[in-house]
């Protein structure tokens, strides 16, 4: 008896070919015995939309091709769903499957996706929104915002809107951390929430990020500094760096003493001067590449 596969792709993803990919998905598909839908996103209801279809019938996997935005979308429907999710790296920057060492072929991505190898993996809930890789208040989601309010695209895009981000932006931020059963003051310029490694420049912010331990990271950069960002690009990030402070947490506040921009898994969310934070743990079956 055949399985039903949904199969999810936004056309307008940074890298995306949506011809290619939605002939590719047809011949997978029939080689691994699916009955196949597509659904194609335009911007407009989609997760509302998404999840009347899988309402509609049982799926037994849904395969998703677009940024991190669109798989983050996706999965926030299948928290807790025993269905499998299989993703296709097709966004500008694609920090999630940076942070998962996936293939970066996509004939390599569909193999992964269809196939049976998989994992239970955590997510975070961040200010009540699913985080599945990494989500930070100030410097960078203030930069994701002034890139997504333009009409630049992939990475060049991001480094334009760099420097005027840093120019304009009111950093330091004034931090008060709630975890556990102590309180943390302090000021920076970036404060991540932390289920895995990497950002998708490649940038390991999180060394000991693993996304199914039922913990997460929370990472401060205290200052901005040129030489410490670099490290990042080459592993050589820390918790014994001297402008960096990391601790692990199932769930942590965070108060500030003004509103600061707010991004989850590369979607600007808005300004706030209250986060939350929590693990969701093993929350999300994921095919993932055998290791």
């Not at 070919?17 to 196949?36: G, N, T």
């Not at 807790?80 to 097709?90: P, W």
């Not at 694609?94 to 049976?116: H, I, R």
């Not at 965070?254 to 898994?265: C, F, K, R």
Request: net charge negative.
């Amino acid at each position: 008896m055949r399985s039903n596969l949904l199969f999810v792709i936004n056309p307008a993803a940074g890298s995306i070919d949506a011809v290619e990919v939605e002939a590719k998905a047809r011949k997978f598909s029939e080689r691994f015995e699916f009955d196949l839908e597509f659904y194609f996103t335009t911007g407009t209801e989609d997760a509302k939309l998404i999840k009347e279809k899988l309402a509609s019938k049982t799926f037994h996997r849904v395969i998703v091709a677009g940024g991190d935005g669109t798989i983050n979308m996706v999965a926030s429907q299948l928290l807790t769903e025993n269905i499998i999710l299989g993703i296709l790296a097709c966004g500008s920057a694609n920090g999630l499957l940076t942070s998962l060492d996936y293939p970066k072929t996509l004939d390599e991505q569909f193999e992964v996706a269809f196939s049976n190898h998989t994992q239970s993996i955590d997510a975070l809930c961040v200010n009540d929104t699913v985080c599945l890789h990494i989500a930070d208040i100030g410097i960078n989601a203030e930069l994701i915002y002034n890139y997504e309010k333009s009409n630049s695209r992939g990475m060049f895009g991001y480094a334009k809107h760099s420097l005027p981000t840093l120019l304009k932006s009111d950093y330091p931020y004034k931090f008060k951390i709630h975890l556990e059963d102590k309180v943390i003051k302090s000021t920076g310029v970036l404060l991540a929430f932390a289920n895995t490694k990497k950002y998708g420049t490649g940038a390991n912010i999180n060394p000991i990020g693993k996304i199914d331990d039922g913990l997460f990271e929370l990472i401060l950069y205290k200052k901005l500094s040129v030489w410490e960002i670099l490290k990042t690009f080459f592993n050589k990030t820390s918790n014994k760096e001297p402008h960096i402070s990391m601790y692990q947490a199932q769930s942590v506040k965070v108060t500030s003493e003004n509103p600061i921009a707010l991004q989850v898994d590369g979607e600007f969310i808005g300004e706030f001067d209250t986060f939350s934070a929590e693990i969701i743990p093993k929350c999300l079956q994921l095919a993932l590449p055998k290791r």
